[in-house]
Structures are given as structure tokens and as C-alpha cells.
Nanobody
Framework: QVQLVESGGGLVQAGGSLRLSCAASGRTFSNYVMGWFRQAPGKERDFVAAISWSATRTNYADYVKGRFTISRDNAKNTVYLQMNSLKPEDSAVYYC???????????????????WGQGTQVTVSP
């Protein structure tokens, strides 16, 4: 079992930045591919970014490329999502997810992840 706890969400103006964190516990964090997803009200949960367990590979949804950066610190059992140039359409609940998998980052589907956090709200005002 892996427990995931997100933090860092909040209210920010368009053009601003936030950094989300996801702290993991319970198993060997460095064996897990980590991903970020988001869900806006009335919409499905969408892929945002993923990072391989070695941190050598990353993968981003087209709508966040160039603005968001995923990273991880295996010594701290934490994955981060740096979000810059935020837009109102980025408003959503952001979820951290984990999957024990090969050292790749092309895991961009919900069903590929076994463990999920409770989510953190990000609201971007115009």
C-alpha cells in the first residue's frame, strides 16, 4: 500500500504560479511511477503529467507543456508539480497518483495507476 497526500493548492490570479507537492508513504517510493491528474467540476479526470521512478523521463499533456514541470525527490518521497502561467481553465482538483511500473513516463491513463491521493483544489481567477 502507498499513501499519498497532496498539498500546495489554493487561489491564484491568472498568470501566477503554484507548486503542488505529493508526499508518499508506505512503500519504496523510488519504485513508483508518479503522475498528476486533474478534474474540473462536471468533467472527467484528465492526465496532466507523469515522471518515471528514476526521474529521467517525463510526460506532459499538451495543454500544460511549457507551463508545468513535474519533478521528484526520492530521498524525500515527494513528487512536485510546478505550475506557471496559470490560466482560469487550469482550475480543478489536482490528484497525485502512483504505480509500481517500469521506468517510463508514458502512463497517462487513470486505470494505469493503483494509488491516489485525496486531491488539492487549484483555483485560478481571471
Amino acid at each position: 500500500q502507498v499513501q499519498l497526500v497532496e498539498s500546495g493548492g489554493g487561489l491564484v490570479q491568472a498568470g501566477g504560479s503554484l507548486r503542488l507537492s505529493c508526499a508518499a508513504s508506505g512503500r519504496t517510493f523510488s519504485n513508483y511511477v508518479m503522475g498528476w491528474f486533474r478534474q474540473a467540476p462536471g468533467k472527467e479526470r484528465d492526465f496532466v503529467a507523469a515522471i518515471s521512478w528514476s526521474a529521467t523521463r517525463t510526460n506532459y499533456a499538451d495543454y500544460v507543456k511549457g507551463r508545468f514541470t513535474i519533478s521528484r525527490d526520492n530521498a524525500k518521497n515527494t513528487v512536485y508539480l510546478q505550475m506557471n502561467s496559470l490560466k482560469p481553465e487550469d482550475s480543478a482538483v489536482y490528484y497525485c497518483a502512483a504505480e509500481e511500473a517500469e521506468d517510463y513516463s508514458d502512463y497517462d491513463e487513470e486505470w494505469e495507476y493503483d494509488y491516489w491521493g485525496q486531491g488539492t483544489q487549484v483555483t485560478v481567477s481571471p
